[in-house]
């Protein structure tokens, strides 16, 4: 059967060629993936991993370093793969893909990193940018590193964005998101890593002309699609 | 494979059309027969023709209805003094010795025939190929894949024979036009131009057919009609950047797709690459 269905052009993206690409990625724009609080993050700041601000804890004048590590995410585009793990109460429909991922979330507990006072007419009076220790004291508190490990899987569908006349900008972007082991907080958790996720696959959006391995330098119309079906990402165009 | 491109027949009649568009070539060339100096300027292009994609193992981009249009611009040099014969009014002279004067002659005036001249005849080239046969195949070159087409063995029949009742009319009004204005012959100018005309005409159809051959061996040169050397139909850089360096904030690595392998064939009246991502 006849690949371009009446267009000029049929371009696909194989779920292979997706991931290679993703891990590609996963290598060379590490902070796309890590995230930490210093000392919390291995490597350059800002290289590899994103910087982030404190977490503020209640009642203090201070925050707590934390950090949080997507694995290389796992693309599937629909039909489902046998080796798909996708949990309920996702499935995995037509013109969808899913994704999944490991995060590990870590915290260095007892390292205060004083923080800007967001209520400095607060009578109890705490002293701007000093940390202090809930109970008062000023004894050291060794700081320990603990992590927890979570599962996220995700399904979704292809998105495509306005880039020109001549090209458009296509991604994929998650409906629905589910996050193992993590009991009550998980409402919590799916509602931070959804936009997470969708904060990281809108960085790796390709054009169409790349979809199309750069064959037509002087671009190419979008006519259909973008598309999932049998383990692609599809789209058709028209040759300018 | 990591990657497909399939091209239908309407985006291959586009893209050979880009092709085409850039076919064209002028030359010039000149050859002399008897007293006849010919030379001659092509100018050709190719225009038109539909693409239909024959299926593997054929593996064939057939292109319908080739036009090819264009000019030969004839410049035909010659001497009269070289094909006519002298005149002179009266033919013959009479002369005699006069003892203490000399030789004393009758009068007479022998025509000057006028420099040489160029009579210019611009010639059109239209025909039409057809069907023209190339092959696909790919080449990996150091940072480019490309799938080329390479043109099959083919005739081409140019013929400018019907082009000859123009020469001669060019010709003979050339040459009338110039006799006449010569005083005291014209009620030759006729047979004169006949003369001329009687020295091209067994010599015409060898100019026409040089010169069709040097259309076709210039059409030859066209890079499309090219028998060793492929031309790239669709060209893909083996390294593709999809994120760029820099970008989003300074310091940020280039991410690549990298074209691994690539193959192409046609299927379903399609032209299918596939690739391979490194």
Same mark, same amino acid.
């Given at each position: 059967?006849?690949?371009?269905?009446?267009?000029?052009v049929?371009?696909?993206?194989?779920?292979?060629?997706?991931?290679k690409f993703?891990?590609?990625?996963?290598?060379?724009?590490?902070y796309?993936?890590?995230?930490?609080?210093?000392?919390?993050?291995?490597g350059?700041?800002?290289t590899d991993f994103?910087?982030?601000?404190?977490?503020?804890?209640?009642?203090t004048n201070?925050?707590?370093?934390y950090?949080?590590?997507?694995?290389?995410?796992?693309?599937?585009?629909?039909?489902?793969?046998?080796?798909?793990?996708?949990?309920?109460?996702?499935?995995?429909g037509?013109?969808?893909?899913?994704?999944?991922?490991?995060?590990?979330?870590?915290?260095?507990?007892?390292?205060?990193?004083?923080?800007?006072?967001?209520n400095?007419?607060d009578?109890?009076?705490?002293?701007?940018g000093? /940390?202090?220790? !809930?109970? +008062?004291?000023?004894? $050291?508190?060794? *700081?320990?590193?603990?992590?927890?490990? @979570?599962?996220? #899987?995700a399904?979704?569908?292809?998105?495509?964005?306005?880039?020109?006349?001549?090209d458009?900008?296509?991604?994929?972007?998650?409906?629905?998101?589910?996050?193992?082991?993590?009991?009550?907080?998980e409402k919590?958790?799916?509602?931070i890593t959804?936009?997470?996720?969708?904060?990281?696959?809108e960085?790796?959006r390709?054009?169409?002309?790349?979809?199309?391995? /750069?064959?037509? !330098?002087? +671009?190419?119309?979008? $006519?259909?699609? *973008?598309?999932?079906?049998?383990?692609? @990402?599809?789209? #058709?165009?028209?040759?300018? | 494979?990591?990657?497909?491109?399939?091209?239908?027949?309407?985006?291959?009649?586009?893209?050979?059309?880009?092709?085409?568009g850039?076919?064209?070539?002028?030359?010039?060339g000149?050859?002399?027969?008897?007293?006849?100096?010919?030379?001659?300027?092509?100018?050709?292009?190719?225009a038109?023709g539909?693409?239909?994609?024959?299926?593997a193992?054929?593996?064939?981009?057939?292109?319908?209805?080739?036009?090819?249009?264009?000019?030969?611009?004839?410049?035909?040099?010659?001497?009269?003094?070289?094909?006519?014969?002298?005149?002179?009014?009266?033919?013959?002279?009479?002369?005699?010795?006069?003892?203490?004067?000399?030789?004393?002659?009758?009068p007479?005036i022998?025509?000057?025939?006028?420099p040489?001249?160029?009579?210019?005849?611009?010639?059109?080239?239209?025909?039409?190929?057809?069907?023209?046969?190339?092959?696909?195949?790919?080449?990996?070159?150091?940072?480019?894949?490309?799938?080329?087409?390479l043109?099959f063995?083919?005739?081409?029949?140019?013929?400018?024979?019907?082009?000859?009742?123009?020469?001669?009319?060019?010709?003979?009004?050339?040459?009338?036009?110039?006799?006449?204005?010569?005083?005291l012959?014209?009620?030759?100018?006729?047979?004169?131009?006949?003369?001329?005309?009687?020295?091209?005409?067994p010599?015409?159809?060898a100019?026409?057919?040089?010169?069709?051959?040097?259309?076709?061996?210039v059409?030859?040169?066209?890079?499309?009609f090219?028998l060793?050397?492929?031309?790239?139909?669709l060209?893909?850089?083996?390294?593709?950047?999809?994120?760029?360096?820099?970008?989003?904030?300074?310091?940020?690595?280039?991410?690549?797709?990298?074209?691994a392998?690539?193959n192409?064939?046609i299927?379903?009246?399609?032209?299918?690459?596939?690739?391979?991502?490194?």
């Amino acid at each position: 059967m006849a690949l371009t269905n009446g267009h000029d052009v049929f371009a696909a993206l194989h779920e292979t060629g997706v991931n290679k690409f993703i891990h590609n990625v996963f290598l060379a724009r590490r902070y796309y993936f890590h995230f930490a609080v210093p000392p919390l993050g291995s490597g350059v700041p800002g290289t590899d991993f994103a910087v982030l601000p404190p977490l503020p804890v209640p009642g203090t004048n201070y925050g707590l370093a934390y950090s949080l590590d997507i694995s290389q995410p796992v693309i599937d585009f629909t039909p489902q793969d046998a080796t798909s793990t996708l949990p309920p109460p996702l499935t995995l429909g037509p013109n969808q893909f899913s994704l999944s991922a490991d995060v590990q979330i870590c915290l260095l507990c007892g390292f205060h990193i004083p923080i800007r006072d967001p209520n400095p007419n607060d009578p109890r009076g705490k002293e701007p940018g000093k /940390g202090r220790h !809930p109970q +008062g004291d000023d004894r $050291e508190q060794q *700081p320990e590193r603990v992590c927890t490990h @979570l599962q996220l #899987w995700a399904v979704g569908h292809p998105t495509v964005a306005n880039l020109g006349a001549t090209d458009k900008l296509i991604g994929l972007e998650i409906d629905d998101i589910v996050v193992k082991e993590v009991c009550a907080l998980e409402k919590i958790m799916e509602c931070i890593t959804e936009d997470a996720v969708n904060a990281l696959l809108e960085k790796v959006r390709l054009t169409l002309s790349r979809i199309a391995l /750069g064959a037509f !330098p002087v +671009g190419l119309i979008l $006519e259909d699609g *973008p598309k999932i079906a049998d383990d692609q @990402l599809e789209a #058709w165009a028209k040759i300018v | 494979m990591d990657a497909t491109l399939a091209v239908s027949e309407s985006g291959a009649n586009h893209l050979m059309q880009d092709l085409i568009g850039l076919a064209s070539i002028a030359r010039s060339g000149s050859g002399t027969w008897g007293p006849f100096s010919v030379g001659y300027d092509v100018n050709i292009h190719l225009a038109g023709g539909t693409v239909e994609l024959i299926d593997a193992p054929s593996n064939r981009v057939r292109v319908h209805n080739v036009n090819v249009l264009g000019t030969v611009a004839t410049h035909f040099t010659f001497d009269l003094g070289a094909i006519l014969p002298t005149i002179c009014i009266p033919p013959f002279q009479i002369c005699v010795d006069i003892p203490f004067i000399g030789t004393v002659c009758t009068p007479q005036i022998c025509i000057p025939w006028p420099p040489p001249l160029t009579v210019s005849v611009t010639l059109p080239i239209a025909l039409t190929i057809t069907s023209l046969d190339f092959g696909i195949l790919v080449q990996s070159n150091p940072t480019t894949w490309v799938v080329g087409i390479l043109l099959f063995p083919f005739s081409l029949a140019i013929d400018l024979s019907p082009e000859a009742g123009a020469i001669i009319s060019a010709i003979s009004a050339e040459v009338h036009s110039i006799l006449s204005g010569i005083p005291l012959i014209g009620d030759l100018i006729a047979g004169l131009v006949d003369i001329v005309l009687n020295a091209l005409t067994p010599l015409l159809g060898a100019i026409l057919s040089a010169i069709s051959g040097f259309i076709n061996t210039v059409l030859m040169l066209l890079d499309l009609f090219s028998l060793t050397v492929p031309v790239p139909l669709l060209t893909f850089n083996k390294i593709q950047p999809a994120l760029p360096a820099n970008f989003p904030q300074p310091g940020d690595l280039e991410v690549d797709i990298t074209l691994a392998a690539l193959n192409a064939n046609i299927l379903d009246h399609e032209l299918v690459a596939t690739a391979d991502i490194a």
